[in-house]
């Protein structure tokens, strides 16, 4: 069982920055895929970066390319979320997740922490 635990979100105005943590627990996630995603009242829950263990390179949602940065610390079992140029529509709760490399779905989440970012 892996216990994931999101931190670092908050009110910032639009073009500031923020970092979130997903700080995980119960196993090693060091070989896990692992993802940020976001969620807005009425909408559908959407990736927003992620890892895919032995790919080398993340993906990113087009909407935060270029804007967010995805990162991992194993020897932490953390994962991170760097955003910048934050834009009012980023206002979403944002949750890490966590799968076994050889799931197809994710089967670990965190709570969420919320995001606003006021125009």
């Known amino acids: 069982q892996v216990h994931l635990v999101e931190s670092g979100g908050g009110l910032v105005q639009a073009g500031g920055s923020l970092r979130l943590s997903c700080a995980a627990s119960?196993?090693?996630?060091?070989?896990?895929?692992m993802g940020w995603f976001r969620q807005t009242p009425g909408k559908e829950r959407e990736s927003v970066a992620a890892?895919?263990?032995?790919?080398?390179?993340?993906r990113y949602a087009d909407s935060v390319k270029g804007r967010f940065t995805i990162s991992r610390d194993n020897a932490k079992n953390t994962l991170y979320l760097q955003m910048n140029s934050l834009k009012p529509e980023d206002t979403a709760v944002y949750y890490c997740?966590?799968?076994?490399?050889?799931?197809?779905?994710?089967?670990?989440w965190g709570q969420g922490t919320q995001v606003t970012v006021s125009s």
């Open positions: 997740a966590a799968r076994p490399s050889y799931s197809a779905t994710y089967a670990y």
């Open positions: 890892f895919t263990w032995g790919v080398g390179t993340p």
């Open positions: 119960g196993r090693t996630v060091s070989s896990y895929d």
